[in-house]
């Protein structure tokens, strides 16, 4: 049961990073073809979620994603810190300098602002066999799990025996 861990900073260039080592930790677990596609997209979709909620409420604090190879079952965790009042910043809007300079979180409030509400976790839901959401006043916990995904290169393996 490898597990991998990382916190990183509520940017949306590491966006791109968690969903390569999430692709590339289900590429080593032998999941291959749609499903590494799948898992690629939904963690893109769940991280860009908490770096959006984490620039807006928690900009200091780290998104933790975490990857579990169960035997029946590839599991994917983000977890964000945007519910936790004492985490945040006590300026109105800790980005503000940022918005005139380089517009980065102009760009995030933009899409968020188009989108409804929850609009990621529908794409999310599509994707994964099992989405668990769980709210609390710390923040937000995305649970993503494929049951018993298609292991190509496992299953090419064990024809060979």
């Known amino acids: 049961m490898p597990a991998v861990e990382i916190n990183f900073t509520a940017l949306p260039a590491h966006v791109r990073t968690a969903r390569l080592i999430a692709a590339a930790v289900a590429r080593r677990a032998g999941i291959e073809g749609a499903l590494l ?16 909620v984490h620039q807006r409420q928690a900009p200091t604090v780290p998104v933790t994603l975490t990857i579990l190879d169960e035997p029946d ?43 409804p509400s929850g609009f990621g976790l529908a794409v999310i839901a599509g994707l994964v066999d099992d989405l668990d959401v769980v709210r609390a006043p710390t923040g937000t916990v995305v649970r993503m799990t494929w049951k018993s995904p298609t292991r190509d290169n496992v299953a090419e393996g064990s024809e060979a025996s």
């Open 37 to 52: 596609d799948e898992i690629r997209l939904a963690v893109g979709e769940a991280c860009s979620r908490a770096v959006g």
């Open 73 to 115: 079952a590839f599991v994917v965790t983000v977890a964000d810190r945007g519910g936790d009042d004492s985490v945040r910043g006590d300026a109105d809007d800790p980005f503000a300098e940022l918005r005139g300079e380089a517009g980065l979180t102009a760009a995030v409030d933009e899409v968020l602002d188009v989108l």
